[in-house]
């Protein structure tokens, strides 16, 4: 009996630890006084950037510009307070609309928030279990073709709006594109068209003229002032509340779970996914940033959960609003919570403003997106580097646009699997393929009193194995020169070229050199094509062998000492 009761103890301990660590603590706080007006004014700046993308998702989603801005201010402020990363700014998502409009379709806007709630307390489940660092491990193939039908399948969703057609109804959005386009060539209204296309233009050309300016929010302006002006007719999204609703289960139906499971698991799926890679992207863009995966799926958990009592639908982190944050100059959870009382007080004060905004123009805010979220160069050295990685781009790109976004997920990761599987198996027979001459174990060992580490990769190096040697290289410390040892590799694929790539900023980012040595020719072509690595070619720091790059190390090393800069 004492045993049961030292176990149940111990699980009690060890659960109170884990919670402990998913909720805020005193480093958040110390964050915040880094430098609050730094800060204030980066949230203000996401705020302008945020207000016509919340409005624009509210609409695409179904339920209305309110159910946008309520996310945006609900879900903006609890995922920032309790995330894992301190320049994450969450909200409604052009991804997720593509989730909700099958579910508005099939049960309604009361589907739709509690959807949202089964989802937030699949991703608390998720956070408590440990997941988050699993979800990072998502081929670069899937990301890339997922992303890409998704914009595909936002532009598609918009040609109603841009069109001026209304009252159309559906799941399959190619087929109200259709449908809309048909109806328009019976009875042509050019002007919405005009105010899409136009609004977009803006948008695409002004980010590149200007990037600092919010050219969405002065895009929207535009178009409204001369829909007002002129007289056009143009559907205008009509009055908003002064406000957000008083919280609400009025929309909870327990009865509804079994049905609606499968559409929460896709959409807490697709939170985290889009979570934790907005996350990275934030970890990149910054210095010394690391966030906390779990806690940031526990973030948007509870978002999630907070949202639909408020009205609003699904949240996740977004990668371009967090981005934004970043180049503000955003260093603490105050800037996110800043945009989402900035949205707030727009909602109290300008509502009736914001309601003569119209369809069409924020269906160009969409369209500018839409090209926006698509990396043509990423995707044609994606489909350049292997035949495997293009496959699997293409097969995920057409199941998300004539699928759904789940179907296209799965088969992209089922195909990768087999193709990784069957590059173990390939690489497990080649028995005979030589190996470097000579063990350098030793040698390696007596390296480490010269600050030189000598890393060798054995086997594959494809998406799965890729995220591990990444960790475990940006624990090396107390060195000043890595060599990379890259014969050994039997397999590389392009989301392993593109994790070795990151491992190789990171490394640099700490006043590490890196080296190469014994880059296979199939593997050098996956490098070369996807851009790895490209500065050390150039400064000549890659060796056909270990032996030659051990002596570059020290050369350079030498040449440090001597008090010249090396080459």
């Known amino acids: 009996m004492s045993r049961r009761w030292t176990t149940l103890a111990e699980l009690a301990r060890t659960g109170r630890s884990r919670a402990a660590a998913l909720l805020p603590g005193r480093a958040d706080w110390q964050a915040v006084r880094r430098d609050p007006r730094r800060d204030l004014i980066a949230g203000v700046t996401v705020a302008i950037v945020a207000l016509p993308l919340a409005l624009a998702f509210g609409v695409a989603s179904g339920l209305g510009a309110q159910a946008g801005l309520a996310t945006a201010v609900v879900a903006g402020t609890v995922a920032a307070i309790f995330g894992g990363s301190n320049l994450q700014v969450s909200g409604p998502t052009g991804a997720m609309t593509v989730v909700l409009v099958p579910v508005v379709a099939q049960f309604g806007s009361s589907g739709v928030l509690m959807v949202g709630l089964m989802a937030g307390v699949a991703l608390i489940a998720m956070a408590g279990a440990g997941l988050g660092r699993y979800v990072r491990y998502l081929p670069a193939p899937v990301i890339e073709g997922f992303t890409a039908g998704i914009a595909v399948v936002i532009a598609l969703q918009q040609v109603p709006s841009a069109l001026g057609i209304t009252g ?155 981005a934004v944050n970043v180049r503000a100059g955003a260093s603490s959870r105050l800037a996110a919570v800043t945009h989402a009382v900035v949205l707030l007080v727009i909602v109290l004060v300008a509502s009736t403003w914001v309601g003569h905004i119209s ?177 050390l070619y150039a400064d000549g720091r890659v060796y056909a062998d270990t032996p030659g790059a051990i002596e570059g190390a020290r050369t350079l090393l030498h040449t440090a000492r001597a008090g010249t800069a090396p080459t």
Do not use: C
């Open 359 to 535: 369809l069409a123009a924020l269906a160009g805010v969409l369209f500018a997106t839409t090209v926006r979220m698509v990396e043509f160069a990423s995707l044609r050295a994606l489909a350049r580097a292997t035949r495997g990685d293009a496959l699997i781009l293409v097969l995920t790109f057409a199941a998300t646009v004539l699928i759904d976004l789940v179907t296209a997920v799965i088969i992209g990761i089922a195909v990768a699997a087999l193709l990784a599987l069957r590059a173990v198996a390939r690489s497990a027979r080649l028995e005979q393929v030589p190996l470097e001459v000579g063990d350098y174990s030793a040698e390696e060992h007596a390296l480490l009193s010269e600050h030189i580490v000598a890393y060798r990769f054995d086997g594959p190096l494809f998406f799965a194995a890729a995220h591990r040697f990444l960790l475990e290289l940006s624990e090396i410390a107390d060195v000043r020169v890595v060599v990379l040892r890259m014969s050994r590799v039997t397999t590389l694929d392009a989301t392993g070229a593109q994790v070795l790539g990151d491992a190789i900023t990171r490394l640099e980012k700490r006043g590490i050199t890196v080296l190469l040595s014994g880059i296979r020719p199939d593997h050098d072509t996956v490098m070369t094509t996807l851009g790895v690595g490209a500065h």
């Open 168 to 322: 159309l109804h559906g799941e399959k959005v190619w087929a109200l594109a259709g449908e809309a386009v048909g109806r328009f060539v019976a009875d042509p209204n050019p002007a919405p068209l005009v105010v899409s296309l136009g609004v977009a233009a803006m948008i695409l050309v002004g980010a590149r003229w200007r990037p600092t300016v919010p050219f969405s929010l002065v895009a929207v302006v535009v178009a409204t002032l001369v829909a007002v002006l002129t007289s056009v007719d143009l559907a205008p999204l009509g009055d908003l509340p002064a406000g957000l609703p008083a919280p609400s289960l009025a929309f909870l139906d327990v009865g509804a779970i079994g049905t609606l499971a499968t559409a929460a698991v896709a959409v807490a799926a697709l939170a985290a996914l889009e979570s934790l890679l907005s996350a990275t992207v934030a970890d990149g863009m910054s210095v010394n940033e690391q966030h906390d995966p779990d806690r940031e799926l526990f973030g948007q958990g509870l978002a999630n959960i907070a949202a639909p009592l408020f009205g609003g639908i699904p949240a996740t982190a977004a990668i371009a609003r967090t």
